[in-house]
């Protein structure tokens, strides 16, 4: 059970990476354009591909952690009834 929460643990910190990795950068264009320490948010470069990859990353990670909660719900399940 312990290497099950350290599993989920892991994997919840890597979707955490993922989103920061990709939002990050974006939030300080925002906050230096508001500051005007900029002369506004340049749109030079398409973000889409990023926002898609980080939602296929995100839809695995989720996808592994119900399965690796489905399978510990088995396990525990037939533990419990022995």
Do not use: H
Request: proline share 1%; aromatic share 6%.
């Amino acid at each position: 059970m312990t290497m099950i929460k350290i599993l989920v643990g892991a994997l919840a910190i890597k979707q955490y990476d993922a989103m920061i990795k990709l939002v990050k950068p974006v939030l300080k264009e925002y906050k230096d354009a508001e500051a005007g320490r900029s002369s506004g948010v340049v749109m030079s470069e398409r973000r889409s591909k990023k926002t898609n990859e980080l939602k296929k990353t995100i839809k695995n990670i989720s996808a592994i952690t119900i399965l690796v909660f489905a399978i510990a719900s088995a396990y525990c399940n037939s533990w419990m009834q022995d």
